[in-house]
């Protein structure tokens, strides 16, 4: 089935085949990316379209010596294949063993563990520095596309590229004119000057950083690569390979539907169709995409902003044209979106800012200082904010409690319910005096009745009276809790109290007074480390007082790729190792 890639195990094998074969090559990697994308999923059009260009880098140059750093990874799969880790695309068994980002535990020939974007030319650019500081002469390549330019890293990086190294720096902007939804800012209409011109047009943004700067229109042509890598190989001086790609190429349906097929879950080859038919199942993301459709409608005022993730909360094309002005995607750029908000919210807007947990991270200045300091009512929804979400290093969503709840004034919820999700977010995009942070439940989508209004701030709610243990589960997790409940009273004979605290960032300091007349142990699960996290706050409240307190959560440390369930046993925060833990207690 492979004609070449079998004959290819290292880099060194690729320099050996001539043009014939290594477009031979190119077409059994992607026969080999079908192999893996159709049955586990992954970033699907970022892999295809960059096959030919990373087929030249390591044609051309000569990694690990030379350096090759991906930014987010997307388009890193071809890279891997290329080093020796093609059974993780090409033999089914061998998945599991092959991240989705580029990883130093894996191989050499990757040097960084990277998942975010508009961070290659920053990290480009201390390899570039040390390695003149000891003297060497290797190449340091750092691929970009040219979404990831809209990020606030990359006109940094860029700026320091352009103005502080006079050494071997090459920047390949693989330009195919999408990001993970369409790009959006005044960087794209250079680009797309300079596709039109040949790469001859003065408006260069490259150039107006001080870099050199050289055009390739046929990016997904082996021998055009190699040519223009070759003229820039070895290079005393920082340059620009700006390339045109077509994303998703080699699959008509990922070229024509860009945005659909940036990532995908395994589906049918023939037909495009996902394997999982989520049709007919509520899920959190849908009532978020309800609720904002609904609510720009009856509220004129009402925001929704994002950096380049609307498909987070199910806002597709379509949607997102019917939204109009009410919608502003500031591209990959999350500081943006946070400052931006604030701003809206001081002139009497309600903003509703979008993402993904894990890409909040980057934010924490901007939500501590130009909202929260500010005390703007913004809201931030955000989705993966659990457990069981995604669970690759890069992209998880567990640290958001311990990074998030102790900023001065902001209040963070964390719905349990489809009732108690809907009623958050109208309170919240309604009310003038707070910021505030909703984490999205990642679990199924259950009802129960909830409160409408939450002014009275930091009130947990009993859902159930009881006495002795007393447990209180936060958001995603009180499904657990539930359960949990009905085991104790199984195996314990005790009917415990039950207690949805809805506020993550602070401690509702008359309910747990009231449960030292009749309680002696309170438990906390909740969706995220420990160290810094909600059950911290509970513990502390109680440390001077005659009650017993177990916190569960999880340890202060990277998991990557793990099984939700497996890691619940693995840190003790099973039923039956809870339960053991309260018999020894008692």
């Known amino acids: 089935m492979y004609k070449i890639l079998n004959k290819v195990n290292t880099p060194e094998d690729v320099k050996k085949l001539n043009i014939e074969q290594l477009n031979e090559l190119a077409i059994d990697i992607r026969e080999g990316l079908f192999n893996r994308l159709t049955k586990v999923g992954g970033h699907f059009g970022p892999n295809f379209g960059i096959v030919e260009a990373e087929i030249a880098m390591h044609y051309v140059f000569s990694s690990p010596i030379d350096k090759f750093v991906f930014d987010v990874s997307h388009q890193s799969y071809t890279h891997k294949i290329l080093t020796g880790r093609k059974k993780g695309y090409i033999e089914d068994e061998h998945f599991s063993e092959d ?6 535990e894996e191989s050499e020939h990757d040097l960084f563990n990277i998942g975010h974007t508009s961070t290659s030319i920053s990290l ?3 390899l570039a520095k040390a390695r003149d500081l000891k003297g060497l002469k290797e190449n340091v390549v750092a691929l970009i596309g040219d979404g990831s330019l809209s990020g606030g890293e ?3 990086e860029l700026n320091v590229a352009g103005s502080e190294l006079n050494s071997n720096l090459i920047i390949i902007v693989n330009d195919n004119q999408q990001s993970i939804s369409e790009t959006h800012g005044g960087i794209y209409k250079s680009l797309r000057d300079l596709r039109k011109s040949n790469g001859k047009s003065e408006n260069n ?5 001080g870099l050199d700067y050289i055009y390739e229109k046929n990016g997904n042509d082996i021998e055009s690569m190699i040519n223009v890598l070759k003229k820039v190989k070895d290079i005393d001086h920082p340059i620009v390979v700006h390339i045109n790609t077509q994303k998703g190429k ?15 879950m395994p589906f049918d080859r023939e037909t495009g169709k996902s394997k999982f038919d989520f049709s007919g199942i509520e899920s959190y993301t849908k009532l978020a995409y309800e609720f904002i459709m609904k609510k720009a409608k009856e509220d004129k005022d009402f925001l929704v902003l994002t950096p380049n993730m609307p498909t987070s909360m199910g806002l597709n094309p379509k949607a997102r044209e019917e939204l109009g002005n009410q919608f502003v995607d500031v591209g990959i750029a999350e500081e943006q979106a946070v400052a931006m908000a604030s701003g809206a919210a001081k002139e009497g807007a309600h903003p509703l800012v979008i993402t993904n947990m894990t890409f909040m991270q980057r934010t924490y200045d901007q939500i501590s200082h130009d909202v929260c300091i500010n005390n703007q009512p913004v809201t931030f929804l955000l989705n993966y904010t659990s457990l069981s979400g995604l669970t690759d290093v890069t992209h998880l969503g567990i640290y958001g409690l311990a990074m998030f709840t102790n900023i001065p004034n902001l209040v963070v919820l964390a719905p349990s319910s489809k009732s108690e999700f809907n009623n958050m977010l109208e309170w919240s ?3 003038r005096n707070h910021p505030v942070m909703i984490l999205m439940p990642g679990n199924e989508v259950t009802d129960r009745e909830s409160d409408a209004n939450f002014d009275e701030l930091d009130k947990y709610k009993v859902e159930k009276e009881g006495k002795e243990i007393a447990v209180i589960a936060l958001g995603d997790f009180y499904q657990r809790g539930e359960k949990l409940l009905q085991d104790i009273k199984d195996k314990l004979n005790i009917e415990a109290t039950l207690i949805n605290p809805r506020f993550a960032s602070a401690v509702d300091k ?15 699960l909740e969706d995220g480390i420990l160290s810094g996290g909600f059950g911290e706050k509970i513990a502390s409240f109680y440390g001077s007082k005659d009650m017993k307190v177990l916190n569960y959560g999880l340890e202060k440390k990277f998991y990557d790729r793990y099984n939700p369930e497996e890691l619940i046993k693995e840190v003790g925060m099973d039923n039956n190792s809870i339960i053991n833990d309260i018999t020894e207690i008692m």
């Not at 699959?251 to 990532?263: F, M, P, V």
């Not at 008359?510 to 906390?524: A, F, G, Q």
């Open 99 to 104: 991240s989705g980002y580029t990883n130093p």
């Open 124 to 126: 480009a650019t201390g």
């Open 154 to 156: 990359a006109l940094e």
């Open 205 to 209: 943004i490259f150039k107006t950083f």
């Open 250 to 264: 080699g699959y008509k349906l990922a070229e024509q539907d860009k945005e659909s097929w940036h990532w995908t």
């Open 429 to 431: 995009t309604s009310q």
């Open 510 to 524: 008359e309910l747990l007074n009231s449960l030292l007349e009749n309680h002696k142990i309170v438990l906390t």
